[in-house]
């Protein structure tokens, strides 16, 4: 156990102030706080623990007309003992004397018992930072009892407690496993809102993200990563096909005008949430169609502008404006924009050149150029022997393409190893597939030429390219040196950022690196202009691009006093993670159907379909939904919830349903340096109830399964019930199925039978606790059974 200090405050005033130092946890009788310190189950220990057990005048129970009033300190043998609970209350006075042990029902508190931390096997292990062994309510990837033993464990699924690791490698921050869950109860258009809260150009992110969710899936720890790219392709063509559905023009004004300096992705997506707050919106580009690197420099091959065209049509559907063969700085300057608009978003990406500077680079192509115009190279122009220069997809998509045209040898040279490479797996194999070889760590020297004429490229040694602390810093062995023969040098090791339609009056601050310089809301130096996409970051990721766009729209949205409004889920039924058990077993993802190599061109696309609707659900339902499976360990908070009890702290009071059911994790319920004083539980003298309880025979008594019951019975029928299981669920399940179904009906065995099975209809089961459906199922028939009586 590490250091810490000890302090022993006199009040709850004193308690608190002592809490918000940082740090700062407290200990109650009944936390198992020493436990979790002792065996440094923490992820970082506390400096200072605060007792509360010195806390004078918070023993107490105090008997009311319809309640009673319990001080937070109050030990769990005097609730178990008290005549008047066992009288008026004998569910509270029940649970009580069901805890643990009686040595610790002496010294535990209520308050302590409700505020206790979660007793899960793995939660247990001493924190292990790093690896796989750490649990997912330590900050580890997901929890360890899906694929290991959960006999214990939730049987109605999990709770989120933070981002999966999919979600978290998305720039966009989407959603993954709720879209997938959508699709797995076949809301199709469920799945699309929830892409389209951050991503209104999922039928082109489907065909060309890199999809770094992809390498984060945990599944990846047990057999292959879900194809969540193909699922989202299905989804985004199918906004696409439906885009009246979705591209929706506002239903009033805002009176606001923007303009928006490029139709690139971050462009595209700026517009999208810029227009539905009802804001007048216009995009100029200097090209002939709108899209931007969509449209120019994307090979068909991968994106089809058929795509790119439907997005845009889908925008304009919305109100939004395009003015191409519109060059700012030339046709329109750009303080007439500040002058005639609100505000203004550039998003002009990354087209310049980028100079390296070696002997002979004159005589290279740019690769960016190289794509845009790819139709002047068709007849052989390319010659037979191609070099790139390159190891992002930029690269990979020129190495390709000058393959299709018909160069007999392709070769893509990089500075980076084959694992540092920046290009994504699918893009490399597809320039393998095609032929392409790949030369790994060398750079570029100098061009051996005759006269201007290329005759090939000295390349030199990269022995390694990051320093210590992972920034980019090349060193070469000029010892050793190669001469590579070839007949075209395309250059594709990056763009910068051209900044030449501005004029030296309207300058915007620029980075050391030659960018926009913009603040964490994408705002320049210009208090009404916004920059986003690559000329803020360097050549980038397209949903890099796009999340920029829409972190730059909501800024803009907040300055001009659009309120956020999000969606209320007023249901009181936890929102619990399921999954499909059969379908995580599926060990395989699908795969799009792929052209054969020799049938690839540069004008349509490799993939010639995407998933069937078949094949979508079965890759939905390989998502694990990933969450805590760990149950609820107070047994007092499950009777708390069913008597619709007030826990009352030191700045509010709280319902016990939202005290306990909408986060397990009690930090994330209380603010910093707040305490729980008092627990106010309302008398059910009209009702019948009780507590039942499954307990571990291990010494600690804990629920495998427990059921706190209040029935109000009526001319033998039940009027009113409140049914809430323990143990088998993250938060206590008031099952609200069940309580519909037994109102308004008298009781036999038919009805508690029904009931009882009933209870456990949606059960998520893991392979090793199907056996608590019975437990549950025999619980809710004799608590019925006992109400008749």
Known sequence: MRDFEYKSPESFNEASKLLKEAKTTAISGGTDLVTVLRDELLVEGPDTVVNLKTISGAEYITAEEDSFKIGALTKLVDLAESPELQKRLPILSEAAGSVATPLIRNSASIGGNICQDVRCEYYRYPHQSGGRNVCYRKGGKECLALHGNNEYHSVFGGIKLHNSPCTDSCPAGTDIPGYLAKLRNDDLDGAAQIILKVNPLAALTGRVCAHFCQEACNRNDHDQTGAIGAAERYVGDYILENSANFYVAPKKSSGKKVAIVGSGPAGLSAAYFLRKEGHYVVIYDRKEEAGGVLQYAIPAFRLPKEYVKKTVAALKNMGIEFKTNTEIGKDVLPEKLEQDFDKVFYDTGAWGKSVIGFDGEELTVFGLEFLTEVKDWIGGKLGQNVLVVGGGNVAMDVATTAKRLGAANVTAVCIEKEEEMPAGLEDIRRSQEQGVEILNSY????????????????????????DENGRFAPVYDQKSKIVFECDAILMATGQKVDLSFLDKKYQLELTARGLVAVDENFRTSKKNVFAGGDMISGPATVVKAIAAGHGAADAINNDLCVEKHELCDLSLEPAFLKFDEAGIKVQDPAELPLKLPEDRTIDTEDHYAGLTWEQVKTEASRCQNCGCLAVNPSD?????????AIVKTTEREIRAVD?????????????????????????????????????????????????????????????????VLGGVAPVPYRVRAVEAFVKGKGIDEAVATQAGKLAYDNAVLLKGNSFKLKVIDSMINESLLNAAQ
Request: aromatic share 8%; hydrophobic share 45%; charged share 30%.
């Open 443 to 466: 750079g570029v020297s100098k061009v051996v030429r005759d006269g201007k004429k290329i005759k090939g490229l000295e390349l030199v040694r990269c022995v390694s390219v990051f």
């Open 636 to 644: 007092i908070g499950t009777v708390l919830v069913a008597l619709d």
């Open 659 to 723: 005290f306990f059911t909408k986060t397990p994790v009690i930090d994330k319920v209380l603010n910093v340096g707040e305490i729980v004083k008092e627990i106010e539980v309302p008398v059910c003298d009209d009702y019948k109830v009780a507590y039942q309880k499954l307990p571990l025979k291990d010494g600690t008594n804990f629920a495998v399964a427990s059921l706190a019951s209040a029935y109000k019975v009526e001319n033998g029928k039940i009027v009113d019930a409140r049914i």
